[in-house]
């Protein structure tokens, strides 16, 4: 386009200077002027093909960088969905993971209630044996060793009343494993699986939303059976009630407190992923478990 209007223009200058000039020097000149015109038109041509061709390549280059930084962002969106569900499936894990070592912690302490009463059994009889070859007690003589009266007869043995109370609370018949759980601290606050009973009690509350009385309850499991099974549990859970009454500053203290008590415990880990969604990941950790 640019070419034939130079070569217009330069035709018009030819006619208008012609009437003055000498036919054999007109020839000459326009000759000339034609085959200057030529060359210029022809590296215009030159000129708009590369320009062309630049332009081709730089158009699939922007169109490559466009393509590539869509397939980089959908890349970028995939990538953090899966970071979401694997982190989601990580939680459900390890809560999974919690529940099942929870039981099988409390199998154990069957377990070892059960010998710990075989075991008084066997002494029983041994002193029974004893008493055989011994002359007998004068009629009216107190038993050293005899219970409280009523004892026996107001509840029963404390591996039926824990095992029954456990059984509910598996059931999710709360109302029940709560009495039983109560009866049993009542009775036998002094046993190894009175921490458990508290515990119990204190997660049942919280489960129904009465995170006061939960935080409470947490605070008997951890100040009168501070080597128990359940003191971690207790401590994890007693963060959480407090984040549940709007008490963030004070749960965010127990969580790191914990995390700092017992650092390699799986309610570490859980502490440690509640405190990552809370943004308190690098919180200082409490002196103390009691929260005022």
Do not use: C, W
């Not at 960088?65 to 499936?89: G, I, Y």
């Not at 459900?92 to 912690?105: A, C, E, F, P, R």
Request: proline residues 4%; without cysteine; hydrophobic residues 40%.
């Amino acid at each position: 386009m640019i070419h034939r209007r130079i070569t217009a223009l330069v035709v018009l200058t030819v006619m208008l200077a012609a009437p003055v000039t000498p036919a054999f020097a007109v020839s000459k000149e326009i000759i000339q002027l034609q085959t200057q015109v030529q060359e210029l038109s022809d590296r215009m041509q030159r000129m708009q093909q590369s320009f062309d061709e630049r332009m081709g390549v730089m158009r699939s280059l922007v169109e490559q960088s466009t393509d590539n930084v869509n397939k980089l962002a959908e890349s970028v969106q995939n990538m953090q969905k899966s970071v979401q569900q694997q982190s989601t499936d990580s939680q459900t894990k390890i809560d999974q993971v919690s529940g099942q070592i929870q039981t099988l912690n409390d199998s154990i302490d069957e377990l070892k209630a059960r010998l710990a009463k075989a075991s008084k059994q066997l002494d029983d009889i041994q002193a029974q044996q004893q008493n055989v070859v011994q002359p007998t007690q004068p009629a009216g003589s107190p038993a050293s060793n005899a219970p409280p009266a009523g004892a026996a007869l107001q509840a029963p043995p404390a591996d039926v009343l824990y095992n029954n109370a456990l059984r509910d609370y598996n059931a999710a018949r709360y109302d029940l494993a709560l009495s039983q759980f109560q009866d049993y601290m009542k009775y036998y606050p002094t046993t190894d699986l009175a921490g458990n009973a508290q515990f119990y009690i204190a997660d049942m509350e919280y489960r129904s939303g009465n995170f006061e009385a939960a935080v409470a309850d947490y605070d008997k499991v951890l100040e009168q059976f501070p080597g128990g099974n359940k003191a971690a549990a207790a401590q994890l859970k007693k963060g959480y009630a407090l984040l549940e009454l709007g008490r963030k500053d004070a749960g965010i203290r127990e969580l790191n407190a914990l995390i700092q008590r017992y650092p390699h415990s799986l309610e570490a880990t859980q502490a440690r992923e509640r405190l990552r969604k809370l943004g308190a990941s690098n919180a200082r950790p409490a002196s103390t478990h009691k929260t005022h």
